[in-house]
């Protein structure tokens, strides 16, 4: 039975459960969650979006997200910290690609967040998740992904086979470096947990832009500070938009990174709210859809680092970590049209390098996901390469053909985990 603490509780008992632990653990989960802006910023210039309606993004995500997990937290008095789907990242530019704009892939989130929300409330997240192998879905996760990794090999061929053109040498040799650091840094990460190895990549650019001159200045002309932009809806072809974006995000959130998070919250001994996870971030999905946001939930990666040892030995405290975890996500949404002004005046190239460093993780954690064990091998598989193909059909994007791609091809082949999964769900 799951808690029903008050948020004014949570509230009233915070300040003794701040100490030195669960600050720094919260403000190093939240280092790590700013340095995935970096995707966000890369997709919404790959989806043709303008400044405005990038900035407005990252802001409904980084502020949005966090809100929804400092409520959890405060409420239930476990860590539970909120952001978005880095993998719904990839859903949205899959979305885009089959030719949706802007306004009909927010009434994509929209759904997306009703949908969940109606599972959340109706109970029916569990065997939902159960009817899906967690293998196709990730198979697909991966596939989506994976353009933004091999980009970078593309951007190096191109610097070093042409080297002698303006400025490419020199691209070359920040790319070598800003890799080099990321290596170092990743080996070097249970000494230095304060820096991570993405971090020390994009100063590493930075730094080198700014030293080389690469920087364009006209970009930062006319920055002003504005908050989210009420982008609006459109229910032309919404059911394209409905089985291309809403119901592979609604999967994710339900069965990647919510799944995660209390996958991580249980195996420290908390007893995750489960359905109230799933409820709040339904509404979170709902709300950040106005302002162009694809979805708020619970984070994964960040759940592990705040609810881990390092935030304190005492449990009961690690809630903290979260909340401050929380509001110092916060603040790059909320500065969100001073950031992608600032990150416009470096080549994009480079940025986007940077951006898939940071997603050599998640790519890494789907395909062991989708091939570490031994049922839906060849379903995960097929589902990744149709993931990867980035082509749509019939107005329909690639993530959504990858899922029924991936139950066609398990439903064929690998009937005995199917039969499986059935058995499971006649026994609940």
């Known amino acids: 039975m799951e808690k029903n603490n008050s948020i004014l509780q949570g509230l009233k008992d915070l300040p003794k459960h701040l100490n030195s632990k669960t600050i720094s653990s919260g403000i190093i989960a939240g280092i790590f969650g700013w340095c995935t802006a970096l995707i966000l910023f890369a997709n919404g210039n790959a989806c043709g979006w303008s400044m405005q309606e990038t900035s407005s993004w990252i802001f409904a995500c980084w502020v949005f997200g966090p809100i929804l997990g400092i409520i959890l937290s405060l409420k239930y008095k476990e860590p539970i910290p909120g952001a978005w789907s880095i993998a719904g990242a990839a859903v949205v530019v899959s979305g885009a690609g089959a030719g949706y704009s802007l ?103 930075i730094v080198c832009v700014f030293a080389f001159g690469l920087y364009d200045a006209a970009a930062l002309e006319g920055i002003k500070f504005y908050g989210p932009k009420f982008i609006g809806y459109s229910f032309e072809n919404v059911g394209g938009v409905f089985v291309s974006v809403s119901i592979p995000l609604a999967l994710l959130v339900i069965g990647a990174e919510n799944a995660q998070a209390i996958g991580v919250l249980k195996s420290q001994n908390y007893d995750p709210p489960v359905k109230s996870m799933t409820i709040w971030s339904g509404i979170g999905g709902i709300v950040t859809s106005m302002f162009g946001g694809h979805n ?72 062991q996901a989708a091939f570490k064990g031994n049922k839906f091998q060849v379903s995960a598989f097929f589902a990744f390469f149709v993931a990867l193909s980035q082509k749509s059909f019939f107005g329909i994007g690639s993530a959504f053909w990858a899922l029924l791609v991936g139950i066609i091809v398990a439903a064929v082949l690998e009937t005995t985990d199917l039969k499986g999964i059935i058995h499971e769900l006649s026994e609940d």
């Open 296 to 367: 708020a939930n619970i984070a994964g990666p960040m759940t592990a680092i705040v609810a881990s040892d390092e935030s304190g030995e005492n449990k009961e405290d690690r809630y903290a970590a979260a909340v401050v975890c929380g509001v110092w996500c916060s603040i790059i949404g909320i500065f969100a049209s001073l950031f992608v002004p600032f990150l416009s005046t470096m080549p994009l190239q480079l940025i986007y390098l940077v951006a898939g460093l940071a997603m050599v993780g998640v790519i890494l954690s789907s395909l």
């Open 103 to 205: 306004q009909q892939l927010c009434t994509g989130f929209l759904l997306a967040g009703i949908l969940v929300f109606v599972l959340g409330v109706t109970g029916l997240i569990s065997k939902i998740m159960k009817y899906l192998p967690m293998p196709i879905v990730m198979g697909m996760t991966a596939g989506c992904l994976f353009k933004f990794v091999t980009n970078m090999v593309t951007y190096i061929f191109n610097w070093s086979s042409k080297i002698n053109e303006p400025n490419y040498g020199k691209y070359l040799l920040i790319a070598c470096l800003a890799i080099a650091s990321w290596l170092i840094f990743t080996k070097l990460k249970p000494v230095l947990k304060v820096v991570p190895p993405i971090l020390a990549a994009l100063v590493v650019v």
